[in-house]
């Protein structure tokens, strides 16, 4: 509500000045005078705004590399299915590869309560401080690593929080990253959330169990990926029944595998 | 919907990019390059901006965004062409192997400082 109210004082800001609803705000009423058409001196700056977040999760990268840890980076939107993805993914690979979790949510611990049924360590982490709640930033991986032994484990999942925009923007260091989606959410997403798609090495198409029960158009679903990202990989699989898991597993115990024989 | 998080992070980029000798200067324009493919809404981006600056010497200062359009280039028959709608399969080719040329900037070019008699204002208030 109160956006809505800033947003209209935004637009009006310049032209209005002191009828904006903001006019209480004693900083608003120094706008227009300051505000100058002349160009001042311009100096250079060349710099990529997210140069700290990316410096930052090459730090991390070369902490996962040194340690020979696979850090996945799992995306995905809201309700697609990516925490029973993951919970029934560890119980496939662990103990074989040992495994730990990285789970950013808004609020509750609950994604967090179930991974950790999994024994594999789990790491809640808050996602305020980046000023919001719509991704995991690098730096607060570099936090989160601090509570996880990387001697002691092969592979670490980064479950970001919710979204198909934001966290496709930001490096954490990972070495893949796979985005969820389900055949409850519409065909045409990745067309109207291409970066997300672009960015993604692999894409699992969850829940195909519920498809006979859907006017789903899996065909169109696979298409409208590979319109993004045509060499992308897309195994469809069910998080419930675990149809589909094998290919899905195989590709994960690969990437794992690659890193560890890194020499 | 991270826009606030960029928000800040051009604020203290262009912070510090205020040379020393300078260091009183308000800054009244920042020009910005973002590509189409960047998660950025230029409109919250703005809003962001004008919240988060206030009390800094980006007070006031416009947010000039220049958007950069998606150009690609086949890797296969180096082809190159702007992507408009989103398909990133080779227009001549068909390749599926291609690679961004351009359309992922969050970049900030430059920041352009008032002149002195500004200052004077700005100190008035």
């Known amino acids: ?263 | 919907m991270h826009e606030m998080g960029i928000a800040m992070q051009i604020i203290e980029i262009a912070t510090a990019s205020i040379p020393g000798d300078m260091k009183n200067s308000r800054v009244q324009r920042v020009n910005l390059k973002v590509g189409k493919l960047a998660a950025i809404v230029p409109d919250s981006l703005h809003f962001c901006f004008e919240i988060a600056s206030q009390d800094t010497p980006l007070a006031d200062a416009e947010l000039v965004i220049e958007e950069i359009p998606v150009v690609a280039s086949c890797n296969d028959c180096s082809f190159q062409w702007t992507i408009n709608d989103p398909v990133f399969v080779c227009q001549k080719c068909k390749s599926g192997s291609i690679q961004l040329i351009s359309g992922r900037e969050l970049d900030i070019e430059s920041i352009e400082l008032a002149e002195e008699e500004q200052k004077d204002v700005d100190k008035h208030k």
């Open chain 1, 1 to 263: 509500m109160w956006i809505n109210t800033n947003r209209v004082a935004k637009y009006f800001h310049h032209h209005e000045g002191h009828k904006s609803s903001r006019d209480g705000n004693a900083h608003a009423s120094g706008g227009s005078v300051a505000i100058s058409k002349s160009r001042g001196r311009e100096i250079k700056v060349v710099r990529k705004v997210l140069d700290a977040n990316d410096m930052m999760a090459r730090q991390n990268r070369k902490l996962f590399t040194a340690k020979k840890v696979f850090v996945l980076n799992v995306m995905s939107s809201p309700g697609s299915g990516k925490t029973m993805t993951l919970e029934k993914t560890l119980a496939r690979i662990m103990p074989e590869i040992r495994c730990a979790v990285i789970v950013g949510d808004i609020c509750t611990t609950h994604d967090a309560d179930r991974l950790a049924q999994s024994g594999a360590p789990v790491v809640q982490v808050n996602t305020d401080e980046f000023g919001g709640d719509c991704h995991l930033a690098a730096h607060v991986i570099e936090k989160a690593v601090t509570n996880i032994d990387l001697e002691d484990i092969d592979l670490l999942i980064v479950e970001n929080i919710g979204n198909l925009v934001c966290p496709a923007e930001f490096d954490i260091g990972e070495d893949a990253r796979v985005v969820v989606l389900s055949v409850t959410e519409g065909e045409d997403k990745p067309v109207k959330y291409p970066l997300m798609f672009r960015e993604c090495d692999a894409a699992l198409l969850n829940k195909i169990d519920l498809l006979p029960y859907l006017d789903y158009d899996k065909a169109a679903a696979v298409e409208y990926i590979h319109q993004i990202q045509p060499e992308m990989p897309v195994y469809e699989i069910s998080a419930k029944t675990e149809a589909g898991f094998s290919p899905w597993i195989q590709w994960l115990e690969d990437q794992v595998g690659q890193k560890r024989n890194t020499p």
